[in-house]
């Protein structure tokens, strides 16, 4: 976190009380739209077939492609008559209180910047690349739209019984790294890897990590890291699924989770239904900083 460059403690000058600023849209260079189009291009070389089908019909029903970075007040007229969403744009990463009440009442934060042309494969922090063209399809869809409300309003439950850190590692291996499985085979689904061109790959067809089953309470007990490709992903049988799954009453399940052991990234269960038993061969070379997202 200590080398993030958007990371405030307060609403830097300009932001509202409620961390939102103008996009300022008038004032991205034709190099930001460049590097927009430039990482566009490279992931549709590559999602068709791997992504989801919600994720590409969101794709085309915001029309992101467009002529570099979207206007957040154009996307807003199409992605609000779908499914009631709207995106904010803030200065970076924003409190958890202040994300929770975002998501809550339909409203995604985005980063404003962008990244660096020769930051293409890999930005540690999130963009407005990261946060647009990985996040925003999903809301298209009336069910995942309503997963993310009701993860935001849970969010402010987790706060209050201190329980975040449980309900982060739900959003981590879902709205982040979910993959889902479909007919077809397993598909992406999570932004952190489908704005990533070589993590895109990676969490499908490489054999290094484990793939498995998504049971609600063991995910929320599973340590991840945010530095290099994932150890482990969890396959939701569809997004249906997940929104029922996860809009059950959590103060039992936190009763349980306070006795419950934290689970290391690479392990596998007894219980667990394996997809994939990973070989970890990439980990346990040490990983690289190769992706983007």
């Given at each position: 976190?200590?080398?993030?460059?958007?990371?405030?403690?307060?609403?830097?000058?300009?932001?509202?009380?409620?961390?939102?600023?103008?996009?300022?849209?008038?004032?991205?260079?034709?190099?930001?739209?460049?590097?927009?189009?430039?990482?566009?291009?490279?992931?549709?070389?590559?999602?068709?077939?791997?992504?989801?089908?919600?994720?590409?019909?969101?794709?085309d029903?915001?029309?992101?492609?467009?002529?570099?970075?979207?206007?957040?007040?154009?996307?807003?007229?199409?992605?609000?008559?779908?499914?009631?969403?709207?995106v904010?744009a803030?200065?970076?990463?924003?409190?958890?209180?202040?994300?929770?009440?975002?998501l809550?009442?339909?409203?995604?934060?985005?980063?404003?910047?962008?990244?660096?042309?020769d930051?293409?494969?890999?930005?540690?922090?999130?963009?407005?690349?990261?946060?647009?063209?990985?996040?925003?399809?999903?809301?298209?869809?009336?069910?995942?739209?309503?997963?993310?409300?009701?993860?935001?309003?849970?969010?402010?439950r987790?706060?209050?019984?201190?329980?975040?850190?449980?309900?982060?590692?739900?959003?981590?291996y879902t709205?982040?790294?979910?993959?889902m499985?479909?007919?077809?085979?397993?598909?992406?689904?999570?932004?952190?890897?489908?704005?990533s061109?070589?993590?895109?790959?990676?969490?499908?067809?490489?054999?290094?990590?484990n793939r498995?089953?998504?049971?609600?309470?063991?995910?929320?007990?599973?340590?991840?890291?945010?530095?290099?490709?994932?150890?482990?992903?969890?396959?939701?049988?569809?997004?249906?699924?997940?929104?029922?799954?996860?809009t059950?009453?959590?103060?039992p399940?936190?009763?349980?989770?306070?006795?419950?052991?934290?689970?290391?990234?690479?392990?596998?269960?007894?219980?667990?239904?394996?997809?994939?038993?990973?070989?970890?061969?990439?980990?346990?070379?040490?990983?690289?900083?190769?992706?983007?997202?």
């Amino acid at each position: 976190m200590a080398d993030f460059e958007h990371v405030f403690t307060e609403p830097p000058p300009g932001a509202n009380a409620d961390w939102t600023i103008d996009q300022a849209w008038d004032r991205y260079s034709e190099v930001e739209h460049q590097t927009w189009v430039t990482l566009y291009e490279r992931q549709m070389g590559i999602l068709p077939g791997r992504a989801c089908d919600a994720f590409l019909r969101g794709l085309d029903a915001l029309d992101l492609h467009g002529e570099g970075i979207p206007d957040f007040r154009v996307m807003n007229e199409k992605l609000k008559a779908l499914t009631g969403w709207t995106v904010v744009a803030v200065p970076g990463l924003v409190p958890d209180e202040v994300f929770f009440d975002h998501l809550a009442n339909r409203r995604f934060p985005s980063g404003q910047f962008i990244r660096k042309p020769d930051q293409l494969d890999y930005l540690q922090e999130p963009d407005i690349f990261h946060d647009v063209f990985g996040h925003v399809p999903m809301l298209t869809d009336p069910t995942f739209a309503d997963y993310m409300e009701a993860y935001g309003k849970g969010g402010q439950r987790a706060a209050e019984l201190g329980m975040l850190q449980n309900l982060a590692r739900l959003y981590w291996y879902t709205v982040e790294f979910g993959l889902m499985e479909t007919p077809e085979g397993l598909r992406i689904y999570g932004a952190g890897i489908v704005s990533s061109r070589t993590e895109s790959v990676f969490s499908l067809e490489d054999p290094s990590p484990n793939r498995l089953g998504f049971d609600l309470e063991r995910v929320m007990r599973t340590l991840y890291r945010i530095d290099d490709f994932q150890q482990v992903y969890f396959v939701i049988p569809s997004l249906d699924a997940l929104l029922a799954e996860t809009t059950k009453d959590f103060g039992p399940i936190y009763d349980r989770l306070k006795n419950a052991g934290e689970i290391p990234i690479e392990t596998i269960l007894p219980s667990d239904r394996v997809y994939t038993r990973g070989t970890q061969a990439y980990a346990h070379a040490g990983g690289r900083f190769a992706k983007a997202g």
